[in-house]
């Protein structure tokens, strides 16, 4: 297709898609090694309790530094391996690789919830609640110390599956988050019916939430409907203290964002989690 808007005219309108699929595989080709070295890993930014400040989940991100291009945004590697259908793989490397981490911080002493991001076609993938309850029962996880946050989009490509995969996920005892609220099309009343305990405001209502009077409205709102009807709230995207403090006043239950940290390596997150408790 023509979507793509590159720069590069190779002429023939198929040659340049054919360019483009060459270069997907070759690109995915490159994902995957960088898989079995150190140049996919995760980063950890905290999720802080807004009540007491402390910091109780964090939220798992990928990372790709690729050998020649450097840093690829996940949102850009993920679709890629959506696209050439090798995000089962990558997926069950993350789970490994979350799963594995929880263990040795639980081993450890730290109480810190692990929340990883799932994609749309891992929700369709009948045998991902197996494939996560063998990983907790091989490393000893219990259930209450996963998330997992599913974005609205991904729930309503396909219903019915996705449903009787959140169910199976619940069942095992597993805490499931909606990502990136706000930014679908689904009311609350709907996500309602989904079997999730949690709620995600998207950054871009929070980003600007010290300034601007209609995401302070939209936020405030969104938060009471989804205490009311029995959902704990997230804010991502809290970059300045005034937002900080506007969500504590609004009972926002828990916060996300530069302002609190960054997403940063496990040694720095178990550090940052060190002094939060020595100091108090
Ligand atoms: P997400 O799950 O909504 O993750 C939150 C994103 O917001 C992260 O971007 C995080 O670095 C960024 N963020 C956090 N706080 C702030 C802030 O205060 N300001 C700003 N401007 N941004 C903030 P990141 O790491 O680039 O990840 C992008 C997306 O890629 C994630 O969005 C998630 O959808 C996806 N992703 C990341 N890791 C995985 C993974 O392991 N599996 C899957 N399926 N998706 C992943
Ligand atoms: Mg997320
Ligand atoms: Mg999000
Ligand atoms: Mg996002």
Redesign the pocket.
């Known amino acids: 297709s023509q979507s793509s808007g590159t720069a590069h005219h190779y002429g023939i309108y198929n040659a340049e898609k054919d360019t483009q699929d060459t270069q997907k595989l070759s690109l995915m080709g490159d994902l995957r090694a960088s898989m079995n070295k150190n140049e996919v890993f ?2 950890y ?1 905290p999720k802080i309790d807004l009540k007491t400040g402390r910091m109780t989940h964090v ?5 790709w530094i690729h050998p020649e291009r450097g840093f690829v ?3 850009e590697f ?1 679709l890629l391996a959506e696209q050439t259908g090798h ?1 089962h793989a ?2 069950a490397w ?1 789970l490994e690789q979350t799963i594995d981490a929880c263990a040795r911080w639980r081993e450890a002493g730290y109480r810190l919830k692990m929340a ?4 749309a076609k ?1 929700l369709v993938n009948r045998q991902l609640p197996d494939q996560i309850q063998r990983l907790m029962t091989e490393k000893r996880v219990s259930a209450e110390w996963m998330v997992f ?1 599913v ?1 609205e989009s991904a729930v309503m490509q396909e219903p019915e599956i996705v449903l009787d995969t959140l169910n199976r996920m619940s069942d095992l005892g597993l805490t499931l988050s909606i ?2 609220y706000g930014t679908g099309y689904s009311s609350l009343s709907y996500l309602k019916e989904l079997p999730v305990s949690e709620l ?1 405001i ?2 871009s209502f929070v ?1 600007s939430l010290a300034t601007n009077k209609n995401d302070q409205i939209l936020v405030r709102s969104t938060i009471d409907l989804a205490h009311n009807l029995g959902l704990k709230v997230t804010a ?4 300045d203290q005034v937002s900080a403090e506007l969500l504590k006043a609004y009972g926002c239950d828990v916060g ?4 609190f940290s ?2 940063v390596s496990e040694e720095d997150l178990l550090s940052y989690y060190r002094e939060q408790r020595q100091a108090s």
């Open positions: 995760f980063h930014q939220e798992a991100l990928m990372r945004a996940p949102d993920i995000i990558l997926t993350g990883m991001n799932l994609s891992d946050e974005t990502d990136d995600k998207d950054k980003l991502e995207g809290v970059e996300q964002g530069y302002y960054r997403p």
